[in-house]
């Protein structure tokens, strides 16, 4: 179209012209929705920010045909990842890095990670450039270990506990995916029921079905709810009764009054009439 021709996209150009092409067209679109942060009229920003967009996913589009063409070529196609820009993926209103794009993606967090769209998914040039089949496990873990440092032992904001959770439910969705069992051993944070990253180590769940009259779990940290238990498990998370037990066997600390025995019979009692449960559980101890 008309976009296309004011930027001679259906020449034969030097792919060097491309990729300043998709450096200032990434430049430009920065400029202008930072330019919008003075608007006073909402419903006119919200029109620009959709015109901005709507423009530049056309211009992308036709960069990415035009590039996907050119880089058959191997001799042009290391020069394409010489020249093009940091972030050059263009995905609903966002630039982003090969780093934080993925094919497949169950739970997509943006602006943090995203799944390429169908569109450019046939597309060899994305493959080409290291966009990945899927994001590896190491990549939540440490996404959450930094907002685990940035909050320390304060609650996660709404908008950060949301990503904390999506990202531990698209680590067990990667794990599923590759077929691979997970390092219990490593250090991992996930929400407890307060909204404060904790270690998977000092963390527990509840299920439902448990009584819990009789179980003593005031120094108990317990899984957020909107973590499923079955992922809990996989990623490591002990069931309450477990930990305490597990408590139990380490010692009593100085100052509880209460027998081991007691507790013991009161965590028993506390069980629901399922042997399997607690069997695994004595295995466990």
């Given at each position: 179209g008309k976009v296309s021709e004011k930027l001679q996209l259906n020449n034969q150009i030097p792919v060097e012209?491309?990729?300043?092409?998709?450096?200032?067209?990434?430049?430009?679109?920065?400029?202008?929705?930072?330019?919008?942060?003075?608007?006073?009229?909402?419903?006119?920003?919200?029109?620009?920010?959709?015109?901005?967009?709507?423009?530049?996913?056309?211009?992308?589009?036709?960069?990415?045909?035009?590039?996907?063409?050119?880089?058959?070529?191997?001799?042009?196609?290391?020069?394409?990842?010489?020249?093009?820009?940091?972030?050059?993926?263009?995905?609903?209103?966002?630039?982003?890095?090969?780093?934080?794009?993925?094919?497949?993606?169950?739970?997509?967090?943006?602006?943090?990670?995203?799944?390429?769209?169908?569109?450019?998914?046939?597309?060899?040039?994305?493959?080409?450039?290291?966009?990945?089949?899927?994001?590896?496990?190491?990549?939540?873990?440490?996404?959450?270990?930094?907002?685990?440092?940035?909050?320390?032992?304060?609650?996660?904001?709404?908008?950060?506990?949301?990503?904390?959770?999506?990202?531990?439910?698209?680590?067990?969705?990667?794990?599923?995916?590759?077929?691979?069992?997970?390092?219990?051993s490593q250090e991992v944070y996930l929400p407890d029921t307060n909204c404060i990253l904790r270690s998977i180590k000092d963390l527990c769940f509840k299920i439902d079905n448990i009584s819990e009259q009789n179980v003593i779990e005031a120094d108990m940290l317990t899984l957020h709810k909107s973590i499923p238990v079955n992922i809990a498990q996989i990623l490591g998370v002990r069931m309450l009764q477990q930990k305490l037990i597990e408590d139990c066997s380490i010692g009593i600390p100085f100052g509880q009054h209460e027998k081991l025995t007691t507790r013991i019979r009161h965590l028993l009692e506390s069980y629901p009439q399922d042997k399997d449960i607690l069997k695994e559980l004595l295995q466990n101890a």
């Open positions: 012209s491309l990729a300043k092409q998709m450096r200032i067209l990434e430049t430009e679109w920065l400029k202008r929705k930072n330019s919008l942060s003075a608007n006073t009229n909402p419903i006119t920003e919200i029109n620009t920010v959709d015109f901005i967009d709507q423009f530049t996913d056309r211009v992308v589009s036709n960069l990415y045909k035009r590039l996907e063409e050119r880089t058959i070529d191997d001799n042009v196609l290391q020069k394409v990842r010489e020249l093009m820009p940091p972030k050059w993926i263009f995905i609903d209103g966002q630039f982003y890095s090969v780093d934080n794009v993925a094919k497949c993606v169950t739970h997509p967090c943006a602006p943090f990670y995203v799944q390429l769209p169908q569109m450019y998914k046939s597309y060899k040039l994305f493959n080409k450039l290291g966009i990945k089949e899927c994001f590896t496990n190491e990549y939540f873990i440490v996404f959450l270990k930094t907002l685990k440092e940035s909050y320390n032992d304060q609650p996660l904001s709404q908008t950060d506990l949301e990503c904390a959770i999506k990202m531990t439910l698209e680590l067990f969705a990667v794990l599923h995916r590759k077929k691979e069992s997970f390092n219990k």
